[in-house]
T-cell receptor, first 109, second 114 residues
Framework: GIQVEQSPPDLILQEGANSTLRCNFS?????LQWFHQNPWGQLINLFY???GTKQNGRLSATTVATERYSLLYISSSQTTDSGVYFC???????????FGSGTKLNVKP | EPEVTQTPSHQVTQMGQEVILRCVPI?????FYWYRQILGQKVEFLVS????????KSEIFDDQFSVERPDGSNFTLKIRSTKLEDSAMYFC????????????FGDGTRLSIL
């Protein structure tokens, strides 16, 4: 299967700081999504981004499919951004997801 | 309005009992998935369901597990004789009409085996 590595595993930020989360994957993919898992365990879809760049408010993401990595940018972080951020990828075919181990983000006031 | 509704949100069951987790996709789509997340670990694929048949299953999805779409709407995951290690969050997801479209996840069912 596809190996997915996320870095850093843990991140502590002061409110208002910016951060970059990285996702490396071992094979070509036709689907990549970033999720935020909130304290209740829900997986909130942030971006569907198999390639290119997208922005949504303070969040943006870039995937360079040819180099097999994706980046999630969080600007002006808020305490509500705390949680675990997962990258998930799928290869051609039936699209089952391989998840990374996540980045646990703690934003302090 | 969620695209995928899962029930119950939390299930507590004695070891050895059967549990049925339910998923109701809002739209009529062909691809469905079940995933599992043991506390503190990453999300793992269990099984995919395409056009009312299992299309792929992982090594986790052994004979204790089964999936059905009994009435063409609800999508169920059954665990026949639960074990302590089945305690986890179970997520249902639905895909689009093509394999490269985004997956939409339900809020999950937290299963606790005592």
């Amino acid at each position: 299967g596809i190996q997915v590595e996320q870095s850093p595993p843990d991140l502590i930020l002061q409110e208002g700081a910016n951060s970059t989360l990285r996702c490396n994957f071992s094979d070509s993919v036709n689907n990549l999504q970033w999720f935020h898992q909130n304290p209740w365990g829900q997986l909130i879809n942030l971006f569907y981004i198999p390639s290119g760049t997208k922005q949504n408010g303070r969040l943006s993401a870039t995937t360079v499919a040819t180099e097999r990595y994706s980046l999630l940018y969080i600007s002006s972080s808020q305490t509500t951004d705390s949680g675990v951020y997962f990258c998930a990828v799928a290869s051609h075919g039936f699209n089952k997801f391989y998840f990374g181990s996540g980045t646990k983000l703690n934003v302090k006031p | 309005e969620p695209e995928v509704t899962q029930t119950p949100s939390h299930q507590v069951t004695q070891m050895g009992q059967e549990v049925i987790l339910r998923c109701v996709p809002i739209s009529n789509h062909l691809y469905f998935y079940w995933y599992r997340q043991i506390l503190g670990q990453k999300v793992e694929f269990l099984v995919s369901f395409y056009n009312n048949e299992i299309s792929e299953k992982s090594e986790i999805f052994d004979d204790q597990f089964s999936v059905e779409r009994p009435d063409g709407s609800n999508f169920t995951l059954k665990i026949r004789s639960t074990k302590l290690e089945d305690s986890a969050m179970y997520f249902c997801a639905r895909g689009g009409r093509a394999s490269n479209q985004p997956q939409h996840f339900g809020d999950g069912t937290r299963l606790s085996i005592l």
